[in-house]
């Protein structure tokens, strides 16, 4: 199998049950052998049964949810004095599972690029349906007008400029258009490029993390770059399914804080309405969300 030593892994699990297994055994059959699994405190059993199933995986039990960032960094340092730095670090979330032949098509893609930082891969829904992976940085009115009208009308053009669906869907093979950024759950970063700018910034707990280190690392001089041959399926979210609250606060209070870093000059005169734009939206996903629970609940009775 041609897979790597170059690439280490670092998995950060947090209550994902049996899809920890699961991803794991993907990574194997990759042939991926350095594997490290910082696990968030998870009381679901999930750890304990992944070291059953593989006893060669590198476990790091943390007694605390550190949040995403923040074990992604104790993962690549544990990775380092575990095994040696790799060239490259595989990211990724527990509810993943990889293609056979992916980590090969990133690798490929980042040693061929010399000014690239990141590569991200194709991401899909269980059902096949696309997720979008690579995307734009937000411009206050494409980021106004995706975070309210994207809970209602999902297809909307600024959604779409946001989630770059024509490209990610128009790119083919062999093609590895650069983009502002890729998603946190799963991509492949140079090691020497995530460890120059500090890895992840462990102030945000969760959500936007990973756009926030593309930007770190676009304004250093790296390229971000999306390989569609590469295949993930993702199974979203079945942690923060169980906190939704929690996520939906977490999320806008991510986002607050990657306004507050990115504006500068007069453009800070403008954080009044951004802030009052996420707090509008954290109102409305809080209520849509107690709104599902309540309907959930109504159906089962």
């Known amino acids: 199998m041609p897979c790597s030593r170059s690439v280490g892994v670092v998995v950060v699990n947090y209550e994902a049950g049996p899809a920890l297994i699961g991803c794991v055994a993907s990574l194997r059959a990759a042939g991926l052998e350095e594997i490290v699994v910082v696990d968030n405190a998870s009381r679901d059993g999930s750890l304990v049964a992944l070291a059953a199933a593989d006893s060669a995986v590198e476990l790091v039990p943390e007694g605390r949810n550190l949040g995403y960032g923040a074990a992604v960094n ?3 340092e544990r990775l380092t004095k575990r095994f040696g730095e790799p060239e490259s670090v595989l990211v990724c979330n527990p509810d993943l599972e990889l293609q056979r032949d ?6 490929l893609a980042l040693e061929t690029a010399d000014d690239c930082a990141v590569v991200g891969p194709a991401l899909y829904w269980p059902s096949g349906e696309h997720y979008p992976s690579a995307r734009a940085f937000p411009t206050y009115g494409t980021a106004l007008a995706h975070g309210l009208l994207a809970q209602f009308v999902p297809n909307n053009r600024w ?3 946001y989630r770059q669906d024509e490209l990610a ?7 590895h258009p650069e983009v502002d950024w890729v998603s946190g759950a799963c991509f492949l970063v140079r090691t020497r490029a995530f460890v120059s700018v500090g890895g992840f910034d462990e102030a945000y707990f969760m959500y936007v993390e990973d756009l926030d280190l593309c930007w770190r690392l676009r304004r250093a001089g790296w390229s971000v770059r999306y ?3 590469a295949h993930v399926v993702h199974a979203q979210g079945l942690s923060a399914s169980r906190h939704p609250y929690r996520m939906l606060v977490a999320h806008h209070a991510s986002t607050w804080r ?5 504006v500068v000059g007069t453009e800070r005169l403008a954080l009044p309405a951004i802030g009052g734009g ?4 954290l109102g409305v996903s809080l209520a849509r969300q107690a709104l599902r629970r309540s309907s959930s609940r109504s159906s089962v009775h």
């Open 159 to 161: 959604s779409r400029r």
């Open 278 to 281: 996420i707090a509008a939206r």
């Open 169 to 175: 869907l128009g790119a083919t093979s062999g093609e």
């Open 74 to 76: 104790a993962g690549v």
């Open 102 to 107: 992916a980590v090969d098509a990133l690798r």
């Open 258 to 262: 990657f306004a507050r870093r990115r």
């Open 227 to 229: 390989v569609p041959e």
